[in-house]
């Protein structure tokens, strides 16, 4: 065993290594770079299986940074959350929320539990999972043609910004339900209404401690570290109080993920948080390719080769989910035009539905199986890769009419 540790800081090196090359080719390309940090992961499953590279506790270690990566990610999801910019919108957004929520969940329940015949449990987690959008595949494509501060783009960020916190909140409700369920009790109402019910206290107490910390001790912090002219280092000082929001989250019965995001979501309101999150991307870029490469890592072979007939429904529903979703109401509120480009925008499934599924499938097969797994990740590839192709494209065409200041 003296090459273990070797081996394993061989491994996590060249793969942070890697991943800067993948992010490189990837942005040229004017793909995500996460399609790639997953591909790693999976090819890494393949040779631990061909040659035991991380037998002997390798796989609890990936984990671990895998953890360190959802926080990473979610934490920076929270820090870019500026829940003040979503007032100026917010009754439109709203509205498209709504339809996008309802219809891409319910549809994802009803496809994997009536379709693939999957458990109750199961169809739920796909449902949840196909509530939530990835803000930063369609915002960054938004960013790139310049359209973002346009009046559609701000009302995506809004419909974006909301899907990510319900897709949390319906995480943290999904993860204190599934296991009453699975137990099977008699009185299965009564069990539901009150796990629900001390969930939901709890959450009122966690969040009450996050408003504290923003309000009273965020701006004491920030100040203290001007005084001491930490320059970059406030960011680790920052880093630390995101760990510490994200373990006591854990502690009370969420998780870390859920404490990552609303540790984000401290920092989000001060103007100091855009120095922070220029200062975050070493950090960010340093821990969350782990995350995907976990997500590879979890993927099984044979539930990918197995997949084809599930995939291929679920990514009908997934798209129809998001596009009718989203696209119907706003085509009400904001023009047919608009609509298409908005429900588009919203199909790709990345970072939360990954994390609910990588949770899910970490619990065990009664709440998400290998083949579920593999096909909601082949899902998340598929849509990072395609979506791109054709929203670019139209986003640069329309961009003239997308400058003006109305809506339609």
Request: hydrophobic share 60%.
């Amino acid at each position: 065993m003296d090459w273990f540790i070797p081996m394993i800081i061989l491994i996590v090196g060249g793969i942070v290594v890697a991943a800067i090359f993948i992010k490189a080719g990837f942005k040229k390309m004017g793909l995500p770079a996460l399609v790639g940090y997953i591909i790693i992961g999976f090819l890494l499953r393949l040779a631990d299986g061909e040659w035991h590279v991380l037998s002997g506790g390798g796989n609890q270690i990936f984990d671990f940074l895998a953890n360190l990566g959802i926080i990473a990610l979610l934490f920076r999801v929270g820090l870019e959350n500026k829940l003040g910019r979503l007032i100026k919108w917010l009754p439109k957004a709203m509205v498209i929320w709504v339809g996008d929520i309802l219809l891409s969940g319910m549809l994802g329940y009803l496809v994997a539990h009536v379709l693939l015949n999957w458990t109750l449990i199961q169809s739920m987690f796909i449902g949840v999972a196909f509530t939530a959008t990835s803000i930063g595949i369609s915002v960054s494509l938004w960013q790139e043609a310049k359209v973002v501060n346009t009046p559609l783009g701000e009302i995506l960020l809004d419909v974006a910004e909301l899907d990510d916190i319900s897709g949390i909140i319906l995480m943290a409700l999904l993860f204190t339900v599934a296991p009453v369920l699975q137990a099977g009790s008699t009185e299965i109402l009564q069990v539901v209404s009150t796990t629900l019910v001390i969930f939901l206290i709890k959450l009122i107490l966690f969040t009450g401690f996050c408003i504290i910390i923003a309000k009273f001790l965020e701006r004491h912090i920030t100040s203290f570290l001007k005084k001491l002219h930490a320059g970059k280092s406030a960011m680790l000082v920052v880093a630390g109080i995101g760990l510490i929001v994200a373990a006591t989250a854990g502690l009370l019965g969420f998780s870390v993920a859920i404490g990552a995001f609303f540790a984000g979501l401290i920092f989000s309101s001060d103007p100091d948080a855009v120095k922070y999150d220029a200062s975050f991307e070493s950090l960010h870029d340093m821990f969350v390719p782990f995350f995907f490469v976990g997500i590879g890592l979890r993927v099984e072979h044979a539930a990918l080769t197995a997949s084809i007939v599930p995939f291929i429904i679920l990514l009908t529903a997934a798209v129809i989910g998001k596009f009718i979703g989203a696209g119907v109401p706003a085509a009400a509120l904001i023009g047919k035009s608009s609509a298409v480009l908005l429900g588009i925008s919203m199909i790709p499934r990345a970072e939360i539905a990954l994390i609910i599924l990588q949770r899910g499938y970490d619990l065990g097969t009664w709440a998400v199986s290998s083949q579920m797994f593999a096909d909601v990740v082949l899902i998340s590839a598929t849509t990072a890769i395609v979506i791109p192709f054709f929203l670019r494209g139209m986003l640069h065409k329309k961009r003239t009419k997308l400058m003006k200041p109305e809506v339609a």
